[in-house]
């Protein structure tokens, strides 16, 4: 996938980049969902990790087997490249979803998909500091203003003190895990100059989600899963929203500069929000719009020419 000239085509990035941001948006209440239809609990710690590893674990195990039938090799040839694809699964996959799937039983889905969506605009900051073919500019930097002006405005609630229900618990780790996406971001394009991307997000979501199981056993949910027919289902979902979705977003990080395709991270509470309120009759509230004109005009600045 990392050599294909459809991804390489800017005509087409736009579609693919906002392709991969519906299926992430609309995977915050699926989880949410899967949380009750499986019966687990707000206060599960064990039993929301374990849901994350038997998605990603699945998920990486998918790609892996893609990426087997249509031959891709994985280009891995030394121990160096062993120790980024463990780092990237234990950083983009394992700390990254701990953190989300925590985060979200505290936090209501669209509260958590605008917090997440600072790990895009962190990606861009870093990326300008540290990639040459990625410097900052006016642009840029008013693209990031806007988007942060965003996620603080989430936090405003009229008549009450100003960020009065934060808690480390819900939103601290949903921001824990925005840091694990620009991270993520950074060493998926390392990982993809030393090897085939697709092998790589198949191997790293396998690491990552065996390290959630092991994490799983460690901290042990509460009660058994109960399995019904449409439980089963947003699980399945859940697991092919990540291999696709995955897939290709870290095929376009090692096409483009990083900036460019980071920047639609802010396309996921303008989405989320939409889901979240057709699938859990969540509350549309003011902060939310004012947060999704903010980080829509933020994308057009950064991307304008």
């Known amino acids: 996938m990392k050599n294909s000239s459809i991804l390489q085509d800017n005509r087409f990035k736009v579609f693919f980049a906002v392709f991969v941001m519906i299926g992430w948006s609309l995977a915050y209440p699926l989880i949410k969902l ?23 674990f ?97 936090n405003i609630q009229p008549g009450a003190d100003f960020f009065s229900d934060i808690t480390f618990m819900g939103d601290g780790m949903i921001l824990l ?40 056993l460690v901290f042990r949910p509460r009660t058994a899963w109960v399995f019904t027919a449409k439980g089963i289902f947003i699980l399945l979902c859940l697991i092919t929203i990540s291999a696709v979705c995955f897939a290709i977003y870290n095929a376009l990080l090692s096409c483009h500069p990083i900036s460019q395709i980071a920047i639609y991270n802010a396309l996921i509470p303008v989405l989320g929000v939409i889901f979240a309120a057709l699938l859990l009759h969540e509350e549309l509230k003011v902060q939310y719009i004012i947060a999704v004109i903010l980080v829509a005009i933020g994308i057009h600045v950064v991307n304008s020419r």
Not at 37 to 48: A, H, N, R, S, V
Request: aromatic share 10%; net charge positive.
């Open 58 to 154: 699945c998920a990486g195990t998918a790609v892996t087997l893609y990426c087997h039938f249509k031959k891709i090799r994985s280009n891995i040839s030394d121990s160096g490249d062993i120790a980024w694809l463990v780092l990237l699964g234990i950083v983009n996959t394992a700390l990254h979803y701990m953190f989300a799937y925590i985060g979200l039983g505290y936090n209501s889905s669209a509260r958590s998909t605008i917090l997440d969506s600072m790990g895009g605009f962190i990606l861009i900051l870093l990326s300008t500091l540290i990639f040459p073919d990625d410097r900052m500019n006016w642009r840029k930097a008013l693209g990031i203003i806007l988007g942060i002006a965003g996620i603080i405005s989430i």
């Open 34 to 56: 899967g949380y009750q239809e499986f019966q687990i609990e707000g206060t599960d710690l064990g039993g929301k990790i374990l849901f994350a590893g038997v998605r990603f």
């Open 177 to 216: 895990n925005a840091c694990c996406t620009a991270f993520g971001g950074l060493i998926t394009r390392v990982v993809s100059r030393r090897m085939d991307i697709t092998r790589a997000t198949g191997y790293s979501m396998q690491i990552g989600g065996a390290l959630l199981l092991l994490t799983a």
